[in-house]
């Protein structure tokens, strides 16, 4: 069963922030939300995760809601290499057994 | 930073012949996984370890065995290569969050 909703495909400007929306309405209070993006022909690579306080790192910033039914991740200064599908997972923190990866978001940086 | 090495990036078998896939993890973690990806498919898990010598089937462990002697190889092995394993191969290692953190991956491609 899908656990997150994201559109299919956005397209941002490089230099831009890409603000990429994912729903998880019925996220449990132990679930948190990770961020996930593919290049073509590479591994899945781990970008960020978050309970319910924004968090941030070198590669991206997670604003969770106040209701944790919805998060936006943020490319801060886009650049053509952060073009890639991005998948928004939401998973118990401490539970065994492998991800779920949905369709995710085809993200098209432009020049 | 977390490093996920696999033994190749690309890989041609016959059919029938037996092949290992080897993946190394440096970061003394305790759980590591195998899956497949394939088109329209997403990522789908053979197998996963959560400690030496230990081992757990996936959604997809049939024509699949692994190996865990040491804490940071886990080898996937197929038994006898068929044309319908031909696939990109993914190995991860999880963090104390249960982050995944994925290898580059192994196009096999079984003839």
């Known amino acids: 069963d899908a656990k997150t909703t994201q559109p299919p495909s956005m397209d941002c400007a490089e230099g831009r922030a890409a603000n990429l929306p994912c729903n998880h309405s019925t996220i449990s209070g132990n679930e948190y939300v990770y961020w996930y993006r593919q290049i073509h022909s590479q591994g899945p690579q781990y970008i960020i995760h978050?309970?319910?306080n924004n968090e941030t790192n070198e590669m991206a910033s997670l604003i969770i809601t106040e209701d944790r039914k919805s998060s936006t991740l943020i490319l801060p200064h886009a650049t053509l290499r952060d073009t890639a599908v991005y998948y928004c997972?939401?998973?118990?923190?401490?539970?065994?057994?492998?991800?779920?990866f949905g369709k995710g978001t085809k993200l098209s940086v432009k020049p | 930073d977390v490093k996920v090495t696999q033994s190749s990036r690309y890989l041609v078998k016959r059919t029938g012949e037996k092949v290992f896939l080897e993946c190394v993890q440096d970061?003394?973690?305790?759980?590591m996984f195998w899956y497949r990806q394939d088109p329209g498919l997403g990522l789908r898990l053979i197998y996963f370890?959560?400690?030496?010598?230990?081992?757990e089937k996936g959604d997809i462990p049939e024509g699949y065995s692994v190996s865990r002697e040491k804490k940071e190889r886990f080898s996937l092995i197929l038994e006898s290569a068929s044309t319908n394993q031909t696939s990109m191969y993914l190995c991860?290692?999880?963090?104390?969050?249960?982050?995944?953190?994925f290898g580059p991956g192994t196009r096999l491609t079984v003839l």
């Open positions: 978050g309970l319910k």
């Open positions: 370890s959560y400690d030496v010598k230990m081992k």
């Open positions: 997972i939401v998973r118990a923190g401490g539970s065994q057994g492998n991800l779920i």
């Open positions: 991860a290692s999880e963090a104390l969050y249960n982050e995944q953190f």
């Open positions: 970061m003394d973690h305790e759980n």
